[in-house]
T-cell receptor, first 118, second 113 residues
């Protein structure tokens, strides 16, 4: 079955440590996204990518980094510069918005990674 | 800029009650509108969508109509079940600029038997 796989489901970070969250999709989607969700709040966009080897900052990119070396994969690194990393992180993918049938395609989400501080 | 405002939760209803969750938006251009649902500990699932004015999205007994004149996309269901307990997010996406999804803050719904 096609879908988006995020791993691990739970992750713990020590002080001064970088951690990487995995996101893989087999939907043949061009666009991929990372969101952060805090309790009682909506989703905020961290980074997104519409094509391999290219990505753009979202609304809250500080303290995060990404790479897009393969179409299927969009890992997110939470660096030590991110002072408040505890949150639920969601990865999503979609076909590129465009004309006709592909206009405004919905995003498909993974099951998320919950990151906590030790 | 683009934004989405949802009615504040939490919302608690009894089984078989009528549900309305309000959603209004501000956007440049002509956005597509979405409702997503998040069950505990899971990611978001697309519930329904509408891509132009007067479109009605529907799925699993839920409906929402794209009202351009009132910039609204309220979610409704005639008879809720305990299994509908979740957090519901309204979102918009435009074809301009970065074409990002913009989410409301979410509304937590609890259905009691």
């Amino acid at each position: 079955d096609g879908g988006i796989t995020q791993s691990p489901k739970y992750l713990f970070r020590k002080e001064g440590q970088n951690v990487t969250l995995s996101c893989e999709q087999n939907l043949n989607h061009d666009a991929m996204y990372w969101y952060r969700q805090d309790p009682g709040q909506g989703l905020r966009l961290i980074y997104y990518s519409q094509i391999v080897n290219d990505f753009q900052k979202g609304d809250i990119a500080e303290g995060y980094s990404v790479s897009r070396e393969k179409k299927e994969s969009f890992p997110l690194t939470v660096t030590s510069a991110q002072k408040n990393p505890t949150a639920f992180y969601l990865c999503a993918s979609s076909l590129l918005p465009g004309q006709g049938f592909y206009s405004n395609q919905p995003q498909h989400f993974g099951d998320g990674t919950r990151l906590s501080i030790l | 800029g683009n934004s989405v405002t949802q009615m504040e939760g939490p919302v608690t209803l009894s089984e078989e009650a009528f549900l309305t969750i309000n959603c209004t938006y501000t956007a440049t251009g002509y956005p597509s509108l979405f409702w997503y649902v998040q069950y505990p500990g899971e990611g978001l699932q697309l519930l329904l969508k509408a891509t132009k004015a007067d479109d009605k999205g529907s799925n699993k007994g839920f409906e929402a109509t794209y009202r351009k004149e009132t910039t609204s996309f309220h979610l409704e269901k005639g008879s809720v079940q305990v299994s509908d307990s979740a957090v519901y997010f309204c979102a918009l996406r435009t074809l301009q600029g970065a074409q990002k999804l913009v989410f409301g803050q979410g509304t937590r719904l609890t259905i009691n038997p």
